[in-house]
């Protein structure tokens, strides 16, 4: 069974950097894209984007200008990078797996980012 | 405003069968996959439905999902308790080259 893991700070101050970590256990990193969806409090699910294992990536037109995914298949990890964070990033972020045709099917539990001085 | 318009709430009573749909464009639903997420209360969301109407391992055949046109239907048999969750709709729009979530549907079972 596959299963994901975000890991990163918790709190970041406006114009800084978001960063997070996904751990992928029990299964490769190769074969598949691997994807972000944050969720604000309260509110639905936002697709960020995703990365395959070679590196090819695709985003969010709205997200794009700030957006970075990347993977490291040696550490079975995907990355999230995202720039000049407002109150408006603050959200659930979540990591999971997309397989082709393009759906979620694994899941990690989720981070809480707030963005705020 | 989504571009995949959900209802924002549906109710029935347990054992009931309850639908909820999801309407969107030609772009989107008209010529992709649907998939349908369960996301209970401080949870991540859970795959119930892909690619229009197949279940993934351990999902009960009490979820059902079908497409027609530009709209897809979740539908859910015998209701328990357990299934008042948060659930939402999603597909690729190859317009706006953009993987698109429905606002969401609060089901609550009476």
């Known amino acids: 069974q596959v299963q994901l893991q975000e890991s990163g700070p918790g709190l970041v101050k406006p114009s800084e950097t978001l960063s997070l970590t996904c751990t992928v256990s029990?299964?490769?990193?190769?074969?598949?894209?691997w994807g972000w969806i944050r969720q604000p409090p309260g509110k639905g699910l936002e697709w960020i984007g995703y990365?395959?294992?070679?590196?090819?990536?695709n985003y969010s037109p709205s997200l794009k200008s700030r957006v970075t995914i990347s993977v490291d298949t040696s550490k079975n990890q995907f990355s999230l990078k995202l720039t000049s964070v407002t109150a408006a990033d603050t959200a659930v972020y979540f990591c999971a797996r997309r397989p082709n045709p393009p759906y979620f099917d694994f899941w990690g539990q989720g981070t809480l980012v707030t963005v705020s001085s | 405003q989504s571009v995949l318009t959900q209802p924002p709430s549906v109710s029935a009573a347990p054992g009931q069968k309850v639908t909820i749909s999801c309407s969107g464009s030609s772009s989107n639903i008209g010529s992709n996959y649907v998939s349908w997420y369960q996301q209970l209360p401080g949870t991540a969301p859970k795959l119930l439905i892909h690619d229009n109407d197949k279940r993934p391992s351990g999902i009960p055949d009490r979820f059902s999902g079908s497409k027609s046109a530009t709209s897809a239907t979740l539908g859910i048999t015998g209701l328990q308790t357990g299934d008042e969750a948060d659930y939402y709709c999603?597909?690729?729009?190859?317009?706006?080259?953009?993987?698109?979530f429905g606002g969401g549907t609060k089901l609550t079972v009476l």
């Open positions: 990365v395959y294992y070679t590196g090819d990536t």
């Open positions: 029990g299964g490769s990193i190769n074969s598949y894209y």
């Open positions: 999603g597909t690729w729009d190859t317009s706006l080259s953009v993987l698109l």
